[in-house]
């Protein structure tokens, strides 16, 4: 069985930071590394919020070899990318999404949209407890 979670969000810029904890923390749940997903599905919840005005869903599934998540929202329009000047202050969010996954696309839903990406992601590095200081006078261990 693949591990799958879903979460839905509201239209608001709190929900972009929501999302982007929403993945993390079941990425760590799983042992993994969120690194690049986070940016990427910050992006995506971005332009859910800031293009579809709708509330939008964030499902994360795991498979033997990567990661799929996918954002929904409300708004039939799909994503594009988009040519730019190099002084444009906006529009390289797809460029971005492109240069950190494996994949991604976006399809038509009933409801609106589904844009979705694919990642593989690292194994999480367990960090050793801290060690109980101790203090030392004049060569002394007190503990």
Same mark, same amino acid.
């Given at each position: 069985?693949?591990?799958?979670?879903?979460?839905?969000?509201?239209?608001?810029?709190?929900?972009?930071?929501?999302?982007?904890?929403?993945?993390?923390?079941?990425?760590?749940?799983?042992?993994?590394?969120?690194?690049?997903?986070?940016?990427?599905?910050?992006?995506?919840?971005?332009?859910?919020? *800031?293009?579809?005005?709708?509330?939008?869903?964030?499902?994360?599934?795991?498979?033997?070899?990567?990661?799929?998540?996918?954002?929904?929202?409300?708004?039939?329009?799909?994503?594009?990318?988009?040519?730019?000047?190099?002084?444009?202050?906006?529009?390289?969010?797809?460029?971005?999404?492109?240069?950190?996954?494996?994949?991604?696309?976006?399809?038509?839903?009933?409801?609106?949209?589904?844009?979705?990406?694919?990642?593989?992601?690292?194994? *999480?590095?367990?960090? *050793?407890?801290?060690?109980?200081?101790?203090?030392?006078?004049?060569?002394?261990?007190?503990?």
């Amino acid at each position: 069985m693949v591990p799958e979670v879903e979460a839905k969000f509201d239209a608001s810029p709190a929900a972009v930071s929501a999302a982007r904890h929403f993945l993390v923390d079941t990425l760590e749940r799983w042992d993994l590394v969120a690194f690049p997903a986070e940016l990427v599905v910050s992006e995506l919840a971005s332009n859910a919020v *800031r293009h579809a005005s709708t509330v939008f869903t964030v499902r994360i599934a795991r498979t033997a070899d990567a990661v799929w998540v996918e954002v929904a929202d409300g708004h039939p329009l799909l994503p594009s990318p988009r040519a730019m000047s190099s002084d444009a202050e906006a529009g390289r969010g797809l460029a971005l999404v492109n240069a950190l996954t494996l994949s991604w696309g976006a399809e038509p839903q009933s409801q609106g949209k589904v844009v979705w990406f694919r990642f593989r992601p690292s194994l *999480r590095m367990h960090r *050793r407890a801290p060690m109980k200081p101790r203090l030392v006078l004049d060569g002394k261990d007190s503990s």
